[in-house]
């Protein structure tokens, strides 16, 4: 029984397409975050939702909107898709205090755009 | 700058050989995570350390917390091909439910049989 689980696994656009990833998180944890890993495999924070509400959005374009209809799903959807938005992107959660308790990690959405 | 530097940034390794890869900072940290990252896979937790010089082990991997704690090291003893991953380290930033996980650029480690 997946902990987190992100669809789709791989995704392959054209530029222009808005696309979007769901994720959905089975721990009971409060908090959900996105991150995106380039491809030198360095992984930064997106966005962070604790209950529904967002609590960090680290100056991602707007053209990324995360969704968070209840506190289990945190999706995120890109509108006008561009070169640069290839990665691979990560949803996590965590219980409230993550310095003691970590990310639970999906595995993860591989974002091709052509 | 990143606020977390690891080095080596890829390592290659025969089966059998002992490897030690470290996790350096000028900050001071509360905490710090260690993750092992397989390809087309998430991150997996190892460990967190907490406390300025503490040591703990998970069966041949040994995890050291700086006693300033600014930085950190994972020792592997007698590598494995199963050993073969991306070590990522990752300090928490921020409290509670705003808090959030900095990571490192990661290690990439190669073990052959």
């Known amino acids: 029984d997946t902990a987190v689980s992100q669809t789709p696994k791989y995704l392959v656009t054209q530029m222009g397409n808005d696309k979007s990833i769901k994720c959905e998180q089975n721990l009971g944890h409060d908090t959900m975050y996105w991150y995106k890993q380039d491809s030198k495999k360095f992984l930064k924070i997106m966005f962070s939702y604790n209950n529904k509400e967002l609590i960090i959005n680290e100056t991602v374009p707007n053209r990324f909107s995360p969704k968070s209809p209840d506190k289990a799903h945190l999706n995120l959807h890109i509108n006008s898709l561009e070169l640069g938005d290839s990665a691979v992107y990560f949803c996590?959660?965590?219980?409230?205090?993550?310095?003691?308790?970590?990310?639970?990690f999906g595995s993860g959405t591989r974002l091709t755009v052509v | 700058t990143q606020l977390l530097e690891q080095s080596p940034q890829f390592l290659s390794i025969q089966e059998g050989e002992n490897l030690t890869v470290y996790c350096n900072s000028s900050s001071v940290f509360s905490s710090l995570q260690w993750y092992r990252q397989e390809p087309g896979e998430g991150p997996v937790l190892l460990v967190t350390?907490?406390?300025?010089?503490e040591v703990k082990k998970l069966k041949r991997l040994t995890f050291q917390f700086g006693d300033a704690r600014k930085d950190s090291s994972l020792h592997i003893t007698a590598a494995q091909p199963g050993d073969t991953g991306l070590y990522l380290c990752a300090v928490p930033r921020g409290s509670g439910n705003t808090g959030k996980l900095i990571f490192g650029q990661g290690t990439t480690l190669q073990v052959k049989p």
């Open positions: 350390v907490v406390t300025g010089g």
């Open positions: 996590a959660s965590s219980p409230q205090g993550i310095a003691n308790y970590g990310y639970t």
